[in-house]
């Protein structure tokens, strides 16, 4: 993609006026101007500048992006809000509002959030509005820079309904989220139902896997930038998560094949160098972070000053053959304190980091692409669904177990399990296949599991029952105050 320097500035500047909300305002965006859309994007090129920018505000702090104190809700915090790490004494509590499940409608860190999640569907608002004007002067353009913006728009509202909807079954009348689908600032969107949020993000991804076909997105052939676009690849992996939350196993099987046949499995020479972004080996989707722009994982570990907030826990490294399995040397590893200390193999008795990613080559400064979609989650979609649609597939889902395993772990026996042993396999791989993938929370609570971090480090809570109120977060008070249309009422329950 070609940017010359004035059209940069035009995209940061759009964005930079979509990410910041005036003080009466949480979803609203307002800007410090106004104008009718038609005025700001004239034509096509403008429209993909706007479309650089929606891509951008994902790396903010609150979505895959880290700051001081307000850590990736959607990258490693689901796993420092789960068991899988441990709060250190070296964590000075920027997190731990999150991490012991006490926030409250006025944390600034749930409304951080919220806030950075609508700020990118503004974005793809902007982005899709008015675009189809131009559809004459060129119809397949048109359709791959909608595609883009409407699957965007919808993974984003999708990534809302996991903290904030109260149930995820596909026709749940429990509380979803509001669903923004124009730039309007006299908008005050209501909190919709799980059922309604599901539909409109179903449509939205359906619209975008139909808009995109088989048109050429990613076009890089560096290992960086491989995988940095959405393209109908990524909508369908996209289809299959949302699928295996709303419990549409049929579906969740289909589109995960679709990905599975398209992008094979790592293998074992190439997968760990997917976690040096040196290879793009069965990377769906990443969001690409460079030097300058943040990074998506220093809530878990500063790599750079050495900085270990929460370690691994001892349920989580007891779970893998840590001879065989080629996961573990990649995503664990041992280091003494200091910041010019060396990254060393794994060793029982000593100090254990996160060593997933920790940069680039030999770089120490946890500036990696984001991996929001790999074909080994796929295999866990697809063996998951097939174990629990309506009539259980336990040859097909033991294949695709057997099959990531095998791709994982030298000197790999093949299991033999059916029923609930398998279902449970399934979900223990998950957890070995996953960690520090932004996944664990959701998983405890798609499947109403309780937590019990029995090494709980320096955490203060170490108990959470399937009843709390805590696995749902709280409408941030600044949008019940502005917004009339979320009143009291339509609050989270138990806040």
């Known amino acids: 993609m070609k940017m010359n320097i004035n059209k940069f500035f035009t995209a940061i500047g759009l964005s930079s006026v ?74 000075l509590g920027n997190y731990v509002t999150q991490t012991d499940w006490t926030y409250a409608a006025d944390d600034t860190d749930i409304a951080t959030t919220w806030l950075a999640a609508y700020s990118v569907i ?14 004459s002067v060129n119809q397949d353009e048109v359709n791959k820079i909608k595609g883009q913006a409407l699957a965007i728009r919808g993974m984003v509202h999708f990534d809302l309904l996991r903290y ?83 419990k549409d196993y049929a579906n969740a099987e289909s589109y995960a094949t679709l990905v599975i046949n398209e992008r094979p499995l790592a293998s074992k020479t190439n997968f760990p160098n997917i976690w040096k972004d040196a290879s793009a080996a069965e990377v769906i989707w990443a969001v690409a972070f460079n030097p300058g722009e943040g990074n998506p994982v220093s809530g878990i570990y500063t790599a750079s000053s050495n900085n270990l907030g929460y370690r691994p826990t001892s349920n989580i490294l007891a779970l893998y053959d840590q001879a065989n399995d080629i996961r573990f040397p990649a995503y664990f590893a041992s280091r003494a304190t200091g910041a010019s200390a060396p990254i060393l193999p794994f060793a029982s008795n000593a100090r254990k980091i996160t060593n997933k990613h920790v940069g680039r080559g030999t770089a120490t400064d946890n500036v990696v692409n984001w991996k929001a979609f790999r074909t080994g989650e796929m295999y866990l979609i697809r063996a998951e669904a097939r174990a629990l649609k309506a009539t259980p597939d336990f040859v097909g889902a033991l294949a695709d177990l057997n099959t990531l395993r095998e791709a994982r772990i030298n000197n790999y026996t093949p299991l033999i399990a059916t029923g609930s042993a398998l279902i449970n396999a399934i979900a223990e791989e998950r957890q ?64």
């Open 122 to 135: 503004t974005q793809a608002n902007s982005v899709i509005r008015n675009i189809d004007n131009f559809a």
């Open 18 to 91: 979509l990410v910041f909300s005036s003080c009466d305002k949480v979803i609203e965006v307002e800007p410090e101007f106004s104008k009718d859309g038609s005025q700001i994007f004239t034509n096509l090129e403008d429209y993909q500048f706007a479309l650089t920018g929606a891509y951008a505000l994902l790396r903010q702090t609150g979505y895959y992006g880290n700051g001081p104190q307000v850590t990736g809700a959607f990258s490693v915090l689901p796993d420092m809000m789960s068991e899988h790490v441990a709060e250190t004494n070296n964590e």
């Open 432 to 495: 070995r296949e996953l960690y520090a993938e932004g996944h664990r929370w959701f998983d405890l609570k798609r499947t109403t599991k309780t937590i019990t971090r029995s090494d709980c480090g320096t955490a203060t809570s170490c108990s959470l029952a399937p009843t709390s109120r805590s696995w749902t977060w709280p409408i941030p008070q600044g949008e019940l105050l502005a917004n009339p249309n979320i009143p009291q009422a339509q609050q989270t329950t138990g806040y």
């Open 164 to 246: 904030w909807g109260e149930d995820y079954s596909r026709n749940s009348t429990a509380k979803g989220v509001p669903y923004r689908t124009v730039i309007d600032l006299e908008e005050r969107p209501a909190r919709l139902d799980v059922k309604t949020t599901y539909d409109n993000i179903f449509r939205d991804l359906l619209e975008a896997e139909t808009l995109l076909g088989t048109k050429v997105v990613n076009t890089s052939t560096s290992a960086v930038n491989a995988r940095a676009y959405i393209d109908r690849l990524v909508v369908r992996a996209m289809l299959a998560r949302v699928y295996l939350y709303a």
